[in-house]
């Protein structure tokens, strides 16, 4: 059974995603919080998913573009914009993160693996798993994803956390 959202608004949630995936290399948006202080007083945090190339001053003002966009359209300000980078540049760390996909989306309530970033220097493996509220044990099906992704990659730290969308079907 669907978990109830009491005062959390889907749709703008939805629609202001759909904003930020607007941008020119914006190659994902997760973890939208929207805090809502009354009428027409909404403000939240949401982390991109960007290419590893990005400078600081490009990435600022890409930023700076979102929160216009953002307010302007959904009058929501958005406080915070936190940041993931992706690979882009290496084919072996591309197929790790499709390998490491398919293991998470292969448990009954993982949504969507995001975040992802390997590291080859010293074997670090950093990602999101997005769990389901309907699942009844999120943990538990969190420990066994890194379970089977440290089967898939011996060796490897894994810097994984736990999400959630609530913005799920």
Do not use: C
């Not at 009058?75 to 914009?81: E, N």
């Not at 760390?93 to 010293?122: D, M, P, T, W």
């Not at 440290?150 to 999400?163: E, I, S, V, W």
């Amino acid at each position: 059974m669907k978990a109830e959202l009491r005062g959390y608004d889907i749709e703008l949630a939805r629609e202001i995603k759909k904003t930020v995936l607007e941008f020119p290399d914006v190659q994902g948006a997760y973890d939208l919080v929207l805090n809502n202080y009354g009428p027409d007083r909404w403000n939240g945090s949401i982390h991109i998913e960007v290419p590893d190339f990005y400078s600081a001053d490009r990435l600022d003002q890409l930023l700076r573009e979102i929160q216009i966009k953002v307010v302007s359209e959904h009058h929501v300000v958005l406080t915070a914009i936190g940041v993931y980078s992706t690979n882009t540049q290496d084919e072996d760390v591309i197929k790790a993160r499709q390998e490491v996909s398919r293991i998470a989306l292969s448990h009954e309530y993982v949504r969507q693996v995001h975040g992802f970033y390997l590291i080859k220097e010293n074997k670090t493996l950093r990602f999101d798993v997005v769990i389901s509220l309907d699942a009844k044990n999120r943990m538990a099906v969190f420990k066994e994803v890194q379970e089977d992704v440290k089967k898939a990659f011996p060796g490897y730290t894994l810097q994984a956390a736990m999400d959630t969308d609530y913005t799920e079907e």
